[in-house]
């Protein structure tokens, strides 16, 4: 067999990046071989990955030189950037900016950019349904990924968009499973209305990305969407119901209330589950459960990702 083509994944060890780097080890008998780039070589999730078989190279996302090394001799990479650990729209273009050029330096043949939409081409700053933060955004998170399209598509290397989404996993890490409310009762909160939310699992992303780079350059110049399930807080709440043995209700809130809830973001989480229940039909066209599923045959359900999961999520 005729060596294997290195696939350089940023953020290895965060959701998406550790969830494309396990895929690749996982095909054994596959074309490629995952270099895992970390901050950290000697961090324990980093070293994990390397007693599993992958190449770990160190390499900071804040430093373009130290990026190119990284990615020399890659085949493929998978850029993602890291929005919640600075709250910085400018830091992360900065980022995408820096891996773009990288890439190209270094001779990558296919760069998938994890991303997704620019909110304003929806909601313009002078559209007063939700308000403008930090003078110039109305989903940060979202438009600053949107806005670094750019950097790729313009960068010479031949480019994949990968429209995420909502991560179950936030259930686990980012405090939004259920909680009990002033009436004893347990409940999922989201101001959503009816609308469905596109959600998959973290490591589904990572799979779905791996389905892409064995297929070469069919999707190179495209733009591609993934999920594991579009589903209403109501349809997510009777699934909690159901894997809890205990019932858990949805509870919709207005976006404004969901703003004012005082966490680190939540103006910036509000508005974006206002935009996902105002244009719900473009966001769920956007992510094909079709597609996600060719790419990553073993895709889960959101049943499936609760029975492996229920006894992580904690009940506040």
């Known amino acids: 067999m005729s060596e294997k083509k290195i696939i350089a994944v940023v953020g290895a060890t965060g959701a998406q ?8 080890l996982r095909d054994a008998g596959g074309h490629y071989r995952a270099r895992a780039i970390t901050r950290d070589p000697h961090s324990e999730k980093a070293q994990q990955l390397a007693s599993l078989g992958a190449e770990v190279v160190a390499a900071d996302v804040d430093d373009e030189n130290s990026l190119t090394h990284a990615f020399e001799g890659a085949h493929g990479a998978y850029c993602v950037t890291f929005y919640w650990a600075h ?8 980022e995408a900016a820096a891996m773009a050029r990288a890439a ?22 002078s559209d007063n349904r939700m308000p403008t933060l930090n003078g110039k955004y109305k989903v940060p998170h979202f438009d600053a990924k949107g806005e670094s399209d750019r950097y790729f598509m313009e960068s010479g ?49 990572g799979a779905c990305a791996y ?9 190179a110049g495209k733009t591609v969407g993934i999920a594991g399930e579009h589903l209403t807080g ?20 207005p976006p404004e209330v969901y703003r004012g809830f005082g966490f680190p973001g939540a103006d910036d989480l509000g508005n974006m589950f206002q935009f996902n229940r105002d244009f719900s039909d473009d966001f769920c066209r956007a992510r094909s459960l079709g597609v996600s ?4 045959p073993a895709l889960q359900t959101f049943d499936e990702w609760l029975a492996r999961n229920k006894n992580r999520i904690p009940l506040a």
């Open 87 to 94: 709250f910085s729209p400018e830091k992360e273009r900065a």
């Open 17 to 24: 990046g550790g969830g494309l780097v396990r895929a690749i």
């Open 234 to 253: 109501t349809q997510m709440a009777a699934a909690f119901t159901k894997a809890l043995g205990q019932e858990v209700r949805y509870n919709d809130v």
């Open 157 to 205: 290397v031949p480019a994949t968009l990968l429209l995420t989404s909502f991560y179950w996993d936030n259930f686990i890490y980012f405090g939004m499973g259920p909680r009990k409310g002033p009436d004893g009762h347990l409940a999922i909160t989201f101001p959503m209305g009816d609308k469905k939310l596109p959600g998959i699992a973290a490591d589904d992303i």
């Open 211 to 219: 389905g892409i780079i064995q297929r070469g350059s069919e999707y």
């Open 104 to 125: 190209k330096a270094a001779g990558v043949g296919h760069v998938i950019w994890s991303t997704l939409e620019d909110s304003r081409k929806w909601v313009p700053l």
């Open 293 to 296: 599923r060719t790419l990553n």
